[in-house]
């Protein structure tokens, strides 16, 4: 008996069905009827096949209504990267009808100034390999104001062959929009601080530097502990809006190529003085080949400050504090060790959460506002560097960084 | 002895001008003359040419940027320069100070006693005397 096909047309070709599942059917089709030696069991298998087929539909129809309740836009496509699969959200997001969507390429629903990047993208995952586990993500703005974060990731048969794209738009236009107006809050706030602080500031500045006259001994005493306190302020809030910014993620780092042990040298000279106030030893090492890192040298500079100062108050008078910079593998590292009261390890691990302070062995917790180690830490991590502590009580703390060394493979460990 | 420079402070808080104005007269080197907003400060510095202009950003009826780029587009104004004097600290912020034409940028809170010497050294960088 000759092949099945042609005979009956079993309902196979159908648009819908991606290419893979009409080449499985007919597959399967082909095996039946070269094996299938009557007219009773060719009827049999065509029923089967016909039972598959249903199957198979029903199952799609059930995936379609998934995708349908889903709130983010899902779109696939086959292997040439044509649509043949959209849901209603994705409808939606790109502004257009299910029928026109399916069979379009791709690359067509991207505005325009995407598309050579998404057909480079395109290329590159439909080559890819699954454990490769390649994927594209980017957010988009879209004529109109919505701004959609767009996800693409190759699909795989068990096989390994590459059938086609599935795409996730979700439209992050609220999102992007309270981002926004977070940074635009912080800003605010930042601004209607700061002006009073600046009166404060400029008034006691003038008083107390003789701007104004004279002023006795006493009074110049209590105007000063107001310029301290208003100085104290004034830290409190750059400290507040640096933490806002870190969880706001926009620190706004200005980056360059820059020498840490300069920038570490810098910070010694300008925490010298209160060093000497508190009767505490600094001394900086500089050791092996030193190499340049990318980063923003003010903020480096004042996590190297941050730590400094924190070393510097819990050190006794007549204690020395040691900083190091050196090389460890592909980075720089950094530590400020003191010999002061140390930190219990149940503190250790809190000491970089905001607000959190420390007290020393048999000591009460110290002034500050806790702010410190998170924001030398949020400066770090943006820095794609790792901050940790040592620390044994009685014997004191070592706060150490690592910068990666550009070129060289980033640092997983800070040891 | 060198006369003082005249310097033009544009600035919408009044008790900042009068800080600022203080502590520039107290320096010695300058010469305050006060305005309030970036309207005003536009019509002063025509009249009066100072030396330079230290400018608020955040200003009722005209912002700072605005009123920087309309002095570095007047042909009487454009050699003078500029400093923004402001709150907003924000990289951002001050990008578009120098966008808008400013040699310089300075931070509220300032040190009374340091900013003659922190105008001068914006000065001396931008024009290398």
């Known amino acids: 008996m000759t092949s099945g096909r042609g005979m009956n047309d079993p309902p196979i070709a159908h648009d819908d069905l991606a290419a893979a599942d009409r080449l499985s059917i007919i597959d399967g089709l082909l095996e039946i009827s070269e094996a299938i030696i009557s007219e009773k069991e060719l009827s049999s298998a065509l029923q089967m096949a016909r039972a598959a087929f249903l199957q198979l539909e029903k199952e799609k129809t059930n995936i379609e ?3 349908a309740q889903l709130g983010d836009g899902v779109v696939v496509s086959d292997a040439r990267n044509r649509v043949i699969m959209v849901n209603s959200a994705a409808e939606k997001i790109i502004g257009l009808a299910h029928e026109d969507v399916l069979g379009m390429s791709l690359m067509d629903i991207y505005p325009k100034p995407f598309r050579v990047e998404v057909r480079m993208v395109l290329e590159q995952l439909s080559c890819s390999k699954p454990a490769a586990g390649l994927f594209w993500e980017q957010n988009i703005s879209l004529p109109g104001g919505k701004v959609i974060r767009a996800n693409m990731r190759p699909v ?10 599935a795409s996730l738009l979700q439209d992050i236009t609220e999102t992007v929009a309270l981002d926004e107006a977070k940074k635009e809050f912080i800003s605010t706030v930042a601004h209607e601080l700061r002006t009073p602080l600046t009166s404060l500031k400029g008034s006691l500045g003038l008083v107390l530097g003789g701007a104004v006259g004279e002023i006795d001994p006493g009074l110049r005493e209590m105007l000063g502990i107001a ?6 302020l004034i830290r409190l809030v750059d400290d507040m809006l640096d933490i806002a910014k870190i969880e706001a993620g926009y620190l706004g780092l200005e980056m360059d190529i ?11 000279d300008r925490m010298r003085q209160f060093a000497n106030e508190r009767q505490v030893n600094l001394s900086v090492k500089v050791t092996g080949r030193q190499r340049k890192v990318i980063g923003d040298g003010d903020r480096i500079e004042q996590v190297v400050i941050n730590l400094l100062s924190n070393a510097i108050k819990f050190s006794p008078a007549g204690a020395s504090i040691e900083v190091t910079v050196g090389r460890t593998g592909s980075c720089v590292k950094v530590s400020v060790t003191d010999h002061g009261p140390g930190i219990a390890p149940t ?6 959460e905001k607000f959190y302070r420390a007290a020393g062995q048999d000591q009460p917790r110290t002034n500050g506002s806790g702010l410190g180690l998170p924001i030398s830490k949020g400066i770090i991590e943006q820095h794609g560097g790792k901050i940790s502590v040592k620390s044994a009580p009685g014997k004191g703390s070592t706060f150490s960084f690592v910068l990666s060394i550009p070129g060289e493979e980033p640092c997983l460990s800070n040891e | 002895m060198m006369k003082p420079r005249r310097i033009l402070i544009i600035e919408d808080d009044a008790e900042i001008r009068l800080i600022l104005e203080m502590s520039l007269k107290y320096s010695g ?24 202009i230290l400018l608020d950003a955040l200003m009722p009826r005209m912002d700072g940027y605005a009123a920087c780029r309309l002095i570095k587009h007047d042909e009487s104004l454009k050699n003078i320069p500029v400093i923004f004097l402001t709150a907003k600290t924000g990289r951002k912020e001050i990008d578009r100070a120098i966008r808008a034409g400013a040699c310089g940028y300075l931070t509220k809170p300032f040190d009374p006693l340091q900013l003659a010497a922190e105008i001068d050294k914006i000065v001396e960088g931008a024009t290398g005397t």
């Not at chain 1, 310029?227 to 104290?232: H, L, Q």
């Not at chain 2, 006060?34 to 400060?41: K, N, R």
């Open chain 1, 65 to 67: 209504a998934v995708l």
């Open chain 1, 156 to 165: 795989f048969l068990k096989s390994g062959v590459f059938v086609g794209i």
């Open chain 1, 227 to 232: 310029e301290n306190s208003c100085n104290k």
């Open chain 1, 258 to 268: 820059i020498s840490v042990q300069d920038r570490v040298k810098s910070a010694v």
């Open chain 1, 347 to 352: 503190e250790q691990k809190k000491i970089f």
């Open chain 2, 29 to 52: 080197g300058f010469e305050p003359i006060l305005a309030c907003d970036g309207v005003e400060g536009i019509e002063t510095a025509r009249r009066e040419k100072p030396d330079l």
